[in-house]
Nanobody
């Protein structure tokens, strides 16, 4: 069983920064593709970024140049550094893990990110 626990969400002013963390535990978790998705009210859940064990990253166009995903394989932790936040970034952010990119098999409970204008 894989468990994902997010932290780091909160309220920030537009233009500010937040760093999300996701601690993973369970069998083979260090081998998984880890990612961040987000879901705003009334919208579908969408990929923000993901990263393979080897460090290959993929970003949504809307966050390129502003967000950075990274992982510490020794700690089984993935991070999302979010800079230059705008109100359109406000959503519940979910950590994900899976065997292949774009196909999460496991989800965290989500952490709320609110951006005030």
């Amino acid at each position: 069983q894989v468990q994902l626990v997010e932290s780091g969400g909160g309220l920030v002013q537009a233009g500010g920064s937040l760093r999300l963390s996701c601690a993973a535990s369970g069998n083979f978790v260090s081998m998984f593709v880890m990612g961040w998705y987000r879901q705003a009210p009334g919208k579908q859940r969408e990929l923000v970024a993901d990263i393979t064990r080897g460090g290959i990253t993929n970003y949504a166009d809307s966050v390129k140049g502003r967000f950075t995903i990274s992982r510490d394989n020794a700690k089984n932790t993935v991070y999302l550094q979010m800079n230059s936040l705008t109100p359109t970034d406000a959503a519940v952010y979910y950590c994900s893990a899976g065997a292949v990119p774009g196909s999460p098999a496991y989800w965290g409970q989500g952490t709320q990110v609110t951006v005030s204008s």
